[in-house]
């Protein structure tokens, strides 16, 4: 039952990070599936799939290597990444569609797919690894493997809704205008769960004291 509580959790801890840190990359899938015709769409979906799944490898290779520091509270502290951007996006917004628009115009469009993986990398990549890193490396080795599967599953999903989303009107606007907000939110939430979960942030607490 406990076990079985746990996988549950995990399952929506995953599903909720993974949309989270997807919402920049779903307002771009969408603008994609707008701007180019459905002969293309299925090379967009793939790009997107190859570029989200090398992300998630990077963060998992990283929170591998990571997992060498003795200290678990140590690697707690990179809660204060995703604690960062969250508090970034809260008070400073994000400039990601103006950055599309310049990748779009650089990148040559006749290797859609390339272009599509290059934008879900060089687009979400930092964010994403520094976000996904420290949440792997709070979990054991079969948790982390529910929570990879979880991650790879949301990541097909992803495009699928993409392309839907484009043919809603005016989505794209209405995403825009609330993104930042639910980003927001869910960063601060993680940062504060791995410095809480690892202790981090009473170690911080205490040198806070220390030094005042």
């Not at 989200?52 to 809660?79: D, K």
């Amino acid at each position: 039952m406990l076990e079985s509580l746990m996988m549950i959790t995990i399952i929506l801890k995953s599903t909720v990070l993974y949309w989270a840190t997807a919402l920049d990359l779903l307002l771009i899938l969408t603008v994609l599936f707008i701007k180019f015709d459905k002969k293309k769409h299925a090379a967009i979906a793939w790009g997107q799939i190859v570029g989200s799944s090398l992300l998630v490898l990077a963060s998992l290779v990283f929170a591998l290597v990571l997992q060498l520091v003795p200290q678990q509270w140590i690697l707690g502290l990179m809660g204060l990444i995703p604690l960062s951007f969250g508090l970034k996006y809260l008070f400073v917004g994000d400039d990601d569609e103006d950055e599309l628009d310049e990748l779009l115009e650089k990148r040559n469009q006749k290797n859609l797919f390339v272009m599509v993986v290059f934008l879900s990398f060089a687009s979400c990549g930092a964010d994403n690894i520094a976000l996904f890193t420290p949440f792997f490396m709070t979990l054991h080795t079969h948790i982390l493997l529910i929570s990879i599967i979880t991650f790879m599953v949301n990541i097909f999903i992803l495009g699928f809704i993409g392309q839907y989303l484009a043919r809603i009107p005016h989505f794209h606007d209405l995403l825009s205008r609330y993104s930042r907000w639910v980003l927001a939110i869910v960063y601060i939430g993680l940062g504060l769960m791995i410095l809480i979960e690892t202790k981090a942030l009473s170690h911080l607490i205490d040198f806070i004291k220390a030094i005042l």
